[in-house]
């Protein structure tokens, strides 16, 4: 779904951002973990070509990123400033519906799957600007208007990060419900090894602006990411 | 016209309304525009003499009261609208008619007052349809030069935040072309004071009819060029 080859983004004075080659397989969940900066939201912005890479090609289901045509199958959410704060909720999914040729009544039809993950009145009665909402219902909408639109591959940036317990939970059912009934390609930046371990069938680790690890999901992948991480954090070293 | 403007465009129009509408800094542009609006009507009624070169100036001032931050309002938003399926050519096309329209609404409130005075009625239609065909034009492209972010929540007195010189030129264009006009109208003889007008009425004419389509490739072309330095002058909105 996504090749990147010889991927180099420089931030003067200290932060180079280098993947040599890098394939993101069709239909599957790929996780992307790391500590804060290791590169990972840069990952993302590259491949959404929001960021200009200093060398490099980003195809997305064969289509370089350059081009327009892979936004009509791409569905991302990376932080709060993806949603349009001065419109309702309701406004705001109905406005990205158009560009994607979803009609209103389908547009209904398709909220019902996030029924048990977002309070359906906080849509629906436009009680509240986007920009008034709480952190977490933000984050919510943002993630909502981008499977809305049922796509192909799914970018998510630390989509669990403000979420309670029961909503990360959903979360993890809605996006398993992606990949196996959409058949959408999943790419996820995230601070939670948990739930990525469980949903995702790939974790790719970045640490400086290089692909540290990049192996398959397994019983021990939890366990084995916990320990890294654990291993990392100046606070439990002897 | 409305009903011939595809749902798309009119969704993009009826989006950069509300922008305007229920934000803070927009909002106050709007209000000293239509604080304007009122003085010079109240100047009319009471003075009497001949001001529909100053009612030009008037309605012609959005361009540079509005148009010249177009792109720069949405600095928040610039991430989230290069990653949806929004074609550029649709969001320059979209703002080329708001501004259109804007321009028309105030220039028909403004037809009830000149009934009476049928020549600086004509000359007032042949200077908007001059105002309609050129400037959503050149201040589009103009504003497509902007990288400065501007911060909606702010309050517009005093507030220069966004501009940069070509957006400041754009803006100071129109009154410079305005008071150009008075000084040909003033000198010409009072049988050929329709000239003047008459000419740029045509101009902008046939700059709708010929050209429209030349301005919006050479403005998304412009946009596409500078896409990332503009990405990057709109983030880190605080």
């Known amino acids: ?238 | 016209m409305i009903c011939n403007i595809p749902s798309i465009l009119k969704n993009l129009i009826v989006y950069e309304l509300k922008i305007i509408f229920r934000n803070r800094r927009p909002r106050n542009t709007l209000l000293f525009y239509i604080i304007g609006y009122v003085a010079v009507i109240l100047l009319y009624l009471t003075r009497g003499y001949q001001i529909f070169l100053y009612n030009y100036i008037l309605i012609s001032s959005v361009y540079f009261m509005y148009g010249a931050l177009m792109f720069a309002w949405e600095s928040k938003y610039y991430d989230s609208i290069y990653s949806k399926n929004i074609k550029i050519k649709d969001i320059v096309t979209g703002k080329i008619l708001l501004l259109q329209l804007i321009n028309m609404v105030f220039f028909l409130l403004l037809v009830p007052f000149l009934w009476l005075e049928p020549a600086q009625l004509v000359s007032l239609t042949l200077l908007t349809v001059y105002n309609i065909g050129i400037y959503p034009y050149t201040d589009v492209l103009l504003a497509s030069y902007n990288k400065k972010k501007v911060r909606l929540y702010r309050c517009r007195t005093f507030n220069l935040e966004g501009y940069a010189f070509l957006s400041a030129f754009g803006a100071y264009k129109t009154i410079a072309m305005g008071i150009v006009i008075i000084v040909i109208t003033e000198i010409v003889p009072s049988s050929f004071k329709l000239i003047v007008p008459g000419i740029l009425g045509t101009a902008g004419l046939f700059n709708i009819l010929l050209f429209s389509k030349f301005w919006i490739t050479r403005i998304e072309d412009n946009l596409n060029k500078r896409k990332y330095l503009m990405l990057e002058g709109f983030r880190h909105y605080d």
């Open chain 1, 1 to 238: 779904m996504i090749r990147i080859e010889n991927l180099i983004k420089e931030y003067k004075p200290d932060f180079k951002f280098e993947i040599p080659g890098l394939k993101i397989n069709k239909e599957a969940c790929t996780a992307i973990v790391g500590n804060n900066g290791a590169g990972k939201t840069t990952l993302l912005n590259l491949i959404l070509d929001l960021v200009e890479p200093d060398t490099g090609i980003i195809e997305i289901n064969s289509i370089n990123n350059k081009k327009t045509e892979w936004k009509a199958f791409t569905g991302s959410y990376l932080d709060e400033n993806f949603l349009f704060d001065f419109l309702y909720p309701l406004e705001y999914l109905k406005f990205i519906s158009v560009f994607y040729n979803i009609g209103n009544d389908e547009l209904i039809k398709r909220l019902e799957l996030f029924r048990n993950f977002i309070e359906p009145d906080l849509i629906f009665k436009n009680k509240k600007l986007i920009g008034y909402l709480s952190e977490g219902n933000k984050e919510k909408l943002g993630i909502i208007s981008a499977l809305i639109i049922n796509p192909l591959l799914i970018i998510l940036d630390e989509p669990y990060s403000r979420l309670d317990p029961t909503s990360r939970t959903i979360l993890s059912k809605i996006l398993i419900y992606y990949k196996v009934a959409l058949k959408s390609t999943l790419l996820i930046s995230s601070h939670d090894l948990y739930n990525l371990a469980h949903i995702c069938d790939r974790i790719i680790l970045v640490e400086d602006g290089k692909v540290k690890l990049d192996e398959l999901t397994s019983a021990t992948t939890f366990s084995r990411l916990n320990n890294y991480f654990r291993e990392k954090s100046c606070f439990n070293k002897r």
